[in-house]
């Protein structure tokens, strides 16, 4: 009669494992072997995620450190001279000097008047017409004569009286088409010019 225990003493000796053993010994190195398959797919497919298109690497600090400076400069550049220019110029308008006020009693010229107001040429060349001013001012304390001026205080012909009813020291010149005299006072209030002109008639 066959002992029960003789399989696992043949075992024991280093006889044959029983089935359930190898298959158990199959399935985990079956197993061993998907979990090494996985790990070394899970490698593979984290090193071609950090392959570029083109087949060269891709530089894992470059999108850091382009990222950390960049902003740098646009949160502390443009800060800054926006505070400063508004501070300089808040400073720098007080010391401006205000516009004076206009004087009060300024000379006024009341009438500025020449005879002829055209003047007959005979020629255009060395020839001049006789002329005869006569004007009034108003508060002035000097006044002068001019031509081709603006300003006869500035560009004078002749420092003239403040009133007069025949000044004839000013001549028309034929040589040219017009000439303006500019007559300008000045008084305790400021400097005031009144201009009149003169027409060549080429008789």
Do not use: H, K, Y
Not at 21 to 32: G, K, P, V
Not at 43 to 50: C, K, L, Y
Not at 131 to 144: H, K, N, P, Q, V
């Amino acid at each position: 009669m066959t002992d029960p225990n003789a399989p696992l003493e043949a075992a024991a000796d280093g006889g044959t494992a029983p089935p359930a053993t190898r298959n158990r010994r199959t399935a985990l190195t079956i197993a061993a072997l998907l979990i090494a398959a996985g790990v070394a797919l899970a490698i593979w497919a984290i090193s071609i995620s950090f392959v570029a298109p083109e087949g060269q690497n891709v530089p894992v600090t470059a999108p850091s450190t382009t990222a950390a400076t960049t902003p740098a400069p646009t949160t502390t550049a443009p800060s800054a001279a926006p505070d400063e220019t508004p501070a300089a110029e808040a400073s720098a308008s007080p010391d401006l000097p205000a516009p004076a006020p206009p004087v009060e009693g300024a000379p006024v010229i009341a009438a500025f008047a020449v005879q002829p107001e055209t003047a007959v040429c005979p020629d255009e060349r060395d020839s001049v017409v006789p002329l005869t001013f006569s004007w009034r001012s108003e508060g002035a304390d000097r006044a002068w004569i001019g031509v081709a001026t603006s300003d006869a205080s500035v560009q004078p012909t002749a420092e003239v009286p403040t009133a007069t009813d025949g000044f004839t020291s000013i001549s028309f010149a034929c040589r040219d088409a017009d000439q303006v005299f500019t007559l300008t006072v000045q008084g305790a209030g400021g400097t005031v010019s009144r201009t009149i002109a003169v027409t060549r008639d080429l008789g």
